[in-house]
C-alpha cells in the first residue's frame, strides 16, 4: 500500500513540475521524504534541457535541496547541470539559477556559486566581493571555503590580514578533518613562499597536518631546511622547489639570446606549408599533447626543444620527445599548488630543465581578462616581456574554435575549447604582443563577448548507444556495463537501436588476436564513423590486432586503454594515440557491507578459476592442497556482494582480470595467475610495480608468502589505481 501511495505521489510530482507548479511539487516531495522513500528526478532533469526550459532546472533543484537539505547527492549533481551549461559558456543561465536556488538551501546555492566562479575562472572583482561575502558569512561548505580562500589570494596575489583572518577562521571550523589539513597546508604554503616562516612554524605545530606537508613545495623546502622533516617526499620536493626557482630564473633570463619560434595547436596552419620555417628556428616551443608525425610536419614542424604543460596534462611528460631541454608547466600558480609532484620530479631526474611562468605574468593578464588565462596566451606574454625582435608565434587564432560553427582547438585530433578563457580578449592582447606594442599601457578591462560559447544545441541529451555488454559473463563484466549505462544516462538518453548519436564501444577483455568479437566491435565503429557520428572505444586491452581497421582507428573520437600495454601496441602498431584508465569496474561505489560478514571473517582466503593456456579456458584448482580454500564463482555473485567479501579477507588466489580488480577495490594482497592477454603486466607496468605472477600451481605457495611479506607494493597499486579520475561521458 505504501508502495503504491508512492507512485502515486511520484507521478504528481513529474506533473506538477511540467506544469511548474513548484509550490505543489515540494509539498508532494515532502510528503515522499517523510515516507522515507526518494524521487528520482532524472528523467524530468532530462526533458528541462530537451525542451530548453532551463529556468525550470533550477526551481527543480530549488525543491529538491528544500526538501532534504542534508542531501549531498543534490548538490553533486546540481553542480553537474552548473558544468554542462558552464562548459559551454552560458554563465548567465547559471547565476540567474542559483539565485533561484538559493531561495531553497542558501548554504548550497552559495557553495556551487564559488565552486562555478572558480571552476570557470570568472575573475572580477564584482565576483571577489561576493566571494569574500559569502565566506565571511559562513555559508558555505568545506570545499568551497578552500576554493573561495584560493579565489581571492589568486585575484590579489598576496596574504593580506582579511585573508588571514579567513584561513584561520576556515581552519578552526574545520580542523580535524581532510578538509581541515588541506586549508592549512594550502595557507601554510603561501605563508612559506613569502617567508613568512615564524607564522608558518604555529601551524605546523600541530601534528595533524604534518602527513600531507610534502605535497606543498614551498612548505616541503621550509621543513627540510630547519630539519623538522627529513622523510624522502620532503627532501625530492625540496630539491624540486629549488631546481624550478634556478632554472626559472636562469630559462627567462637566457631568452634574449636565442630566437624562438611558438607553436600553438590551433588548426590555423593547415595548408600553409610553414613547417620548415618552423624547423629553422635555434628553440621550437609546443604545448601539450602536441603530434609532430608526418602527416603534419609540412604545416607545423617537427622540431621541438621545450614542451609547455599545463598542470592538467601533466601525462604528456611521458611524451616529450628525446631533444625536449626544457618544460614549462602552466597553471594560475604551481608553485603553491598542493598537489602529488612525482611527474615533475621526474624530469628533475632527467636533468631536463623546469621552469614556470612568473606569477606576475598571470595577475596581469587575469587583471585585464578577468578570465584564467590559456597556457598559449601566458606563454607568449612570457616570452614578449623577456624578449624583443627574436620571438615569432605559429598556430594561434584564439576565436575560430568558438562558436556555433566552431573549429576544433587542436589540429591533431576534434577537441572543444575550454570556456575557462576570454578568447575574444586573448585575441585582442594576442594581437598587441605580435604587433611588439606590448600591455604596460593596457588599462582597460576586457570582458567576455555575450553569453554562450557554444550553440544552445550542444546542451540537448544526446541518444547514446553502448555497445559490448557482457553482464552475462561475470559480475565483474556486469560493474562494468552498470557504471557505463550510470554515467551516460546521468544527462543523456541510452538506446538501443541505431538511431544515436553516439556510439560507446566497451571494448573490455575482446578486442585481441583479431578474434570475432574484435572484428565485430571494429565494423560498428566502423559504420558509426562512415556514417558521421561521434564514435568511442572504452575500457579496452589492446593486443596483437591486425591493421584491417587503422583508418577507424584513427577517426575515432576518444580511446580508452585499461594499461600501458595495450596503449603501446595502438601506437606502435597503429599509430593511434589512447588515454590509460583502470578499468571501469573500479569507479563504480561499493558502499559497506551490512551486518559483521562473518562467513568473510572465518575464511581469510579465497581463490577464483584461472585462464588455463593447454585448455585455452578458465578452470579451477583442484588437488587436496586447494580444497581448504572457499572457492568464488563470479557468475553467481554480485559486484558488491564480492568487493565486501573481500573488504574482511586476508589474500585472493585468482586468475581473473576483474576479480583482482575486486581485490583492489577491497584494498587487500592477491595472488595472481596470468591471463590470455598483456591485460594483467600492463596494468603492473602501468602502476610501476613488480607483483610475482603465478606461471603454475606450484608458485601459489611462495607468491601467498610474498603477497603477506610486501604489502606496500600492493598499495601502490592502490594509490596509483585512487589518482585517476573517474571516466565521464564528455560532450566534444
Known amino acids: 500500500m505504501k508502495l503504491e501511495v508512492f507512485r502515486i505521489y511520484k507521478r504528481r510530482i513529474y506533473k506538477s513540475m511540467e506544469k511548474e507548479k513548484w509550490d505543489r511539487a515540494y509539498f508532494l516531495w515532502k510528503l515522499c521524504s517523510v515516507m522515507k522513500k526518494n524521487y528520482n528526478y532524472q528523467t524530468q532533469l532530462k ?13 527543480l533543484y530549488k525543491v529538491a535541496l528544500k526538501v532534504e537539505p542534508d542531501n549531498t547527492k543534490h548538490l553533486v549533481n546540481l553542480k553537474r547541470t552548473c558544468r554542462r551549461f558552464g562548459d559551454d559558456g552560458f554563465f548567465n543561465i547559471v547565476e540567474n539559477g542559483l539565485k533561484v536556488v538559493k531561495k531553497g538551501n542558501e548554504k548550497a546555492a552559495n557553495s556551487a556559486t564559488v565552486y562555478f566562479y572558480m571552476r570557470y575562472g570568472l575573475f572580477d572583482n564584482e565576483r571577489l566581493k561576493e566571494i569574500k561575502k559569502i565566506l565571511h558569512a559562513g555559508t558555505v561548505n568545506d570545499e568551497a571555503a578552500l576554493l573561495g580562500l584560493r579565489y581571492i589570494w589568486l585575484m590579489q596575489r598576496e596574504v593580506d590580514r582579511p585573508l588571514s583572518e579567513l584561513y584561520l577562521k576556515y581552519y578552526k571550523e574545520f580542523r580535524g578533518s581532510d578538509a581541515g589539513r588541506q586549508l592549512a597546508v594550502e595557507y601554510a604554503t603561501l605563508l612559506a613562499q613569502d617567508e613568512r616562516y615564524d607564522e608558518v612554524g604555529n601551524l605546523y605545530a600541530h601534528d595533524e597536518i604534518a602527513d600531507v606537508a610534502w605535497k606543498s613545495l614551498p612548505l616541503s623546502k621550509y621543513l627540510h631546511d630547519t630539519s623538522q622533516d627529513s622523510g624522502v617526499k620532503i627532501k625530492e620536493n625540496a630539491e624540486l622547489y629549488e631546481y624550478i626557482k634556478k632554472g626559472t630564473e636562469i630559462f627567462w633570463s637566457s631568452v634574449r639570446t636565442k630566437n624562438f619560434a611558438i607553436v600553438g595547436n590551433s588548426s590555423c596552419e593547415k595548408g600553409k606549408e610553414r613547417g620548415e620555417e618552423i624547423n629553422s628556428h635555434s628553440e621550437v616551443v609546443r604545448f601539450n599533447h602536441f603530434k609532430i608525425s608526418s602527416d603534419y610536419k609540412i604545416d607545423y614542424g617537427e622540431k621541438t626543444t621545450v614542451a609547455v604543460i599545463n598542470i592538467s596534462a601533466l601525462d604528456a611528460i611521458k611524451k616529450i620527445p628525446a631533444n625536449v631541454h626544457t618544460v614549462i608547466i602552466t597553471a594560475p600558480d604551481y608553485l603553491t599548488t598542493f598537489m602529488d609532484h612525482v611527474a615533475v ?11 614556470v611562468v ?26 614578449s616581456l623577456a624578449a624583443t625582435e627574436k620571438v615569432s608565434f605559429y598556430g594561434f587564432s584564439f576565436t575560430d574554435q568558438i562558436g556555433s560553427n566552431a573549429s576544433s582547438s587542436n589540429y591533431f585530433r576534434r577537441s572543444k575549447a575550454s570556456t575557462r578563457h576570454n578568447w575574444h580578449g586573448e585575441k585582442e592582447v594576442f594581437k598587441l604582443l605580435a604587433e611588439k606594442i606590448g600591455l604596460k599601457k593596457q588599462k582597460q578591462k576586457i570582458v567576455r563577448h555575450g553569453d554562450g560559447v557554444y550553440s544552445e544545441k550542444t546542451l540537448q541529451p544526446l541518444r547514446v548507444k553502448i555497445l559490448g555488454d557482457h553482464t552475462k559473463y561475470h559480475c565483474g563484466s556486469a560493474a562494468v556495463f552498470k557504471y557505463f549505462h550510470m554515467e551516460v544516462s546521468r544527462e543523456h538518453f541510452v538506446v538501443q537501436d541505431d538511431e544515436y548519436d553516439v556510439l560507446i564501444v566497451n571494448g573490455e577483455g575482446s578486442m585481441h588476436h583479431n578474434k570475432n568479437n574484435y572484428r565485430k566491435k571494429m565494423e560498428a565503429l566502423r559504420e558509426a564513423v562512415e556514417k558521421g557520428k561521434r564514435a568511442e572505444l572504452l575500457n579496452t586491452v589492446w593486443q596483437n590486432n591486425d591493421n584491417e581497421y587503422d583508418d577507424v582507428l584513427k577517426k575515432l573520437d576518444r580511446i580508452v586503454v585499461r594499461e600501458v600495454k595495450s596503449q603501446e601496441d595502438l601506437w606502435s602498431n597503429h599509430g593511434v594515440e589512447s588515454e590509460v584508465l583502470p578499468d571501469f569496474s573500479y569507479f563504480l561505489k561499493v558502499p559497506e557491507a551490512e551486518g559483521n560478514a562473518k562467513e568473510a571473517l572465518d575464511k581469510k582466503i579465497w581463490v577464483t578459476d ?123
Open 358 to 383: 612568473e606569477k606576475g605574468v598571470t595577475k596581469k593578464l587575469i587583471d585585464i581578462l578577468q578570465a584564467s588565462p590559456s597556457s598559449g596566451l601566458q606563454i607568449c606574454y612570457a616570452f
Open 610 to 732: 584461472f585462464f588455463s593456456r593447454e585448455f585455452d579456458s578458465f578452470v579451477k584448482l583442484t588437488g587436496s592442497e586447494y580444497a581448504k580454500y572457499p572457492y568464488i564463482d563470479m557468475k553467481n555473485m554480485g559486484w558488491n556482494e564480492l568487493v565486501q567479501l573481500l573488504r574482511k579477507s586476508e589474500i585472493l588466489i585468482t586468475g581473473r582480470h576483474h576479480a583482482m580488480y575486486a581485490a583492489c577495490k577491497a584494498e587487500i594482497p592477491f595472488v595472481i595467475f596470468p591471463g590470455n592477454t598483456h591485460k594483467i603486466e600492463g596494468l603492473f607496468a602501468s602502476a610501476g610495480i613488480n607483483i610475482p605472477m603465478c606461471n603454475s600451481r606450484y608458485d601459489i605457495a611462495n607468491n601467498v608468502q610474498w603477497a603477506k611479506n610486501n604489502p606496500q607494493a600492493y598499495q601502490d597499486l592502490f594509490s596509483w589505481m585512487k589518482a585517476h579520475k573517474k571516466w565521464t561521458f564528455k560532450v566534444v
Open 345 to 355: 620530479i621526474s624530469l628533475m631526474k632527467k636533468n631536463i630543465k623546469v621552469v
Open 47 to 59: 526533458n528541462f534541457f530537451l525542451t530548453e526550459r532551463f529556468d525550470s532546472i533550477f526551481h
